[in-house]
Structures are given as structure tokens and as C-alpha cells.
């Protein structure tokens, strides 16, 4: 397949992939999945990963196959690698031939017996808080050429814009989902203080300092505390879930 044929058809499986995806995993599966099928070929299956690095420990986001989360462990397992070092150090690194490589000795000694002949890693997200890298690995000798390299690149190139929003994505659903346990529990707590008041005609601090106080005695969750509470005197469930996002 030519150069620009390889770079056409990978832009147009991110284009799509962007579209398509309904979540953010999905989105991360589906890159993996387009890369490896792009960058295959009649007689080569490519596997591919997405490997992020954040707080300096690396995690695989985004897999094609078990076979490229499998090789990403390998390589986690060991602290060496193609994939890590694409990520430490920039840009790409390319294994045509396993049993001839002499960097990452550790690693390439642990996956010598494996089917795996050569690798491919092409650095994503460069100069952010997370930085990627995206994995490429082929059970036939120099698997990557010139041509595959430069597409892989590209590819990296372009969907590094797409990734980073998805990591973003995913990082405010978290904090959303934080923010939402936190208010429901809050909400719980509230309650339980009010049924204490309204129980012993005394003030919010006071109630605070009952609930507080069976939390520790029982060493139990004080949201489990207040749960109780507000279960003792109402028969409606939907009420310790009151806060809606």
C-alpha cells in the first residue's frame, strides 16, 4: 500500500472512530482496534495498544487484542522498554528484529520466546501532564516499514488531539462522579441531623456530635450512621439517593 493510501485511510478510521463513539472508552478501543487493522496486512496482524503515562506510572488505556496488553505488561513488569522509552525520551522507537536488539535487554529477554519478531512505538501527548505512546506488534520480522512507520506516525500525530480530550473527558467524569457521592452523602447526613433535632429539640451541632460520636463507637461509615437514622423513620427508600445530578 503506498504512503499517502496508509495516511488516507488511517485519518479517515479516526475520523470516524471520533464520531462513532458514544463513550470514552469506546473511543480508546476503537483507536486501538483502527491502527492494528490500518496498519495490517495480508499475512500480518498487527496488534496495537494505547499506553498512558500519569504520576510517572505507565497503564494501558486501550487495547486491540490481549496479546498488545499482554506485551504492555511485559514491559510495565520490567520498567523498560520500546513503549516506555517512546514515552520518556519522544518520538519513536522501532525493534525490527527481536532477537537481534540489545537495548531493554530485561525485556526483550522475557519476550524472546514469545511469538513477537518486531515492535513499533510512536510517542503521543508530548509535553502534557499524561504522556502516551502507541504500541505496535507483529509476530514477522521488520514488519514496519518506512512507509508503515511514517503512517503510524502520523496517525499518533493526529489522534493525540483526540486522545488527550478523551483522558480530559474521562478525568471530569471521575471528579463528576466524586462531586455526586460526595453531595448524596452529604445529603444522607443532613437529613439524619434534621431527625435528631426534630427528635431531641436541640441545634445542628448538637445532632452533628450524636452522629459523629455512634460513627465512632460502632467504627461504621458516618454516611452508614445517617442511612440508619433515616431509614428508622421512613419507609421510602428513594430517600437516602435524594440528590440528583
Known sequence: MAQETIRQSLAV?????????????????????????????????????????????????ASSDDRALGLDEVQYAFDEG??????????????????????????????????????????????????????????????????????AEKFARDASTSLGLALRIAQLTDSRDDLIAAMSSRTIIDLAAGVIMGQNRCSQDAAMTVLKRASSSRNIKLREVAASVVASVTDDPSVTTHYDA
Open 13 to 61: 478510521s479516526l475520523d470516524d472512530l471520533v464520531l462513532s463513539s458514544s463513550h470514552v472508552e469506546e473511543f480508546l478501543h476503537n483507536l486501538a482496534v483502527a491502527a492494528a487493522a490500518d496498519l495490517s496486512s495480508p499475512g500480518q496482524e498487527v496488534s496495537c495498544s494505547v499506553t498512558v503515562l500519569r504520576r510517572k506510572k505507565p497503564a494501558t488505556v
Open 82 to 151: 520500546p513503549c516506555l522509552s517512546a514515552i520518556r525520551e519522544g518520538g519513536t522507537m522501532h525493534v525490527p528484529d527481536v532477537r537481534t536488539e540489545h537495548r531493554w535487554p530485561r525485556y526483550i529477554a522475557a519476550v524472546h520466546e514469545s511469538p513477537l519478531e518486531s515492535v513499533l512505538a510512536v510517542s503521543m501527548l508530548e509535553g502534557g501532564e499524561a504522556r502516551a505512546a502507541l504500541n505496535l506488534y507483529s509476530t514477522r520480522k521488520h514488519a514496519f516499514s518506512g512507509e508503515a512507520i511514517s503512517a
